[in-house]
T-cell receptor
Framework: AQTVTQSQPEMSVQEAETVTLSCTYD???????LFWYKQPPSRQMILVIR??????QNATENRFSVNFQKAAKSFSLKISDSQLGDAAMYFC???????????????FGTGTRLKVLA | DSGVTQTPKHLITATGQRVTLRCSPR?????VYWYQQSLDQGLQFLIQ???????AKGNILERFSAQQFPDLHSELNLSSLELGDSALYFC???????????FGAGTRLSVL
């Protein structure tokens, strides 16, 4: 069964510094998507970045980038030049498609709470 | 603003009661997903609808049911509520290819 593990319940970073959040997953499939979602205190889930497994190039969105290691099943999120507004819970998610049932499956990790220190 | 609307924002009810949560997807999105997030937990996928039909089922209790209507809005019905059902319930919508989900702001359910 697919699983998503975020081993860091909480992380802290100084404003303007760089922080990396870890995510590992377990799957036997070769085609899937990976996502990072941000959940600020407002509880809204906001898509930060996504990565397609068949693409070797790491995705980047402004200050957010990922380090995707397919063989190691690792998908870490790097936040550069951290800002106070980056403080939130960050969830890693895995999505796969079952050609047998014709359905998608999303699995979320338990989250990492990021604190940004002024 | 994701374009996904969930109502109500907050719901307080008693054990044994039944409630209905409503979700209006983004314009043009055919898929609706429901998730449950208990306190300080990750999201648990409950169920997905695509263009009115149930598409995938996750860890949804038998006391819970959902449907998607012809106008594509969806409702999640929770019955015989228990204290442990207190959680944040999210709805997300997508185009149907499952590539990106857009989340609503959630409904916070408190069962007393």
């Amino acid at each position: 069964a697919q699983t998503v593990t975020q081993s860091q319940p909480e992380m802290s970073v100084q404003e303007a510094e760089t922080v990396t959040l870890s995510c590992t997953y377990d799957t036997s499939e070769s085609d899937y998507y990976l996502f990072w979602y941000k959940q600020p205190p407002s509880r809204q889930m906001i898509l930060v970045i996504r990565q397609e497994a068949y693409k070797q190039q790491n995705a980047t969105e402004n200050r957010f980038s990922v380090n995707f290691q397919k063989a190691a099943k690792s998908f870490s999120l790097k936040i550069s030049d951290s800002q106070l507004g980056d403080a939130a819970m960050y969830f890693c998610a895995y999505r796969t498609y079952s050609y047998t049932s014709g359905t998608y499956k999303y699995i979320f990790g338990t989250g990492t709470r990021l604190k940004v220190l002024a | 603003d994701s374009g996904v609307t969930q109502t109500p924002k907050h719901l307080i009810t008693a054990t044994g009661q039944r409630v209905t949560l409503r979700c209006s997807p983004r314009s043009g999105d055919l898929s609706v997903y429901w998730y449950q997030q208990s306190l300080d937990q990750g999201l648990q996928f409950l169920i997905q609808y695509y263009n009115g039909e149930e598409r995938a089922k996750g860890n949804i209790l038998e006391r819970f049911s959902a449907q998607q209507f012809p106008d594509l809005h969806s409702e999640l019905n929770l019955s015989s509520l228990e204290l442990g059902d207190s959680a944040l319930y999210f709805c997300a919508s997508g185009t149907g290819d499952g590539n990106i989900q857009y989340f609503g702001a959630g409904t916070r359910l408190s069962v007393l």
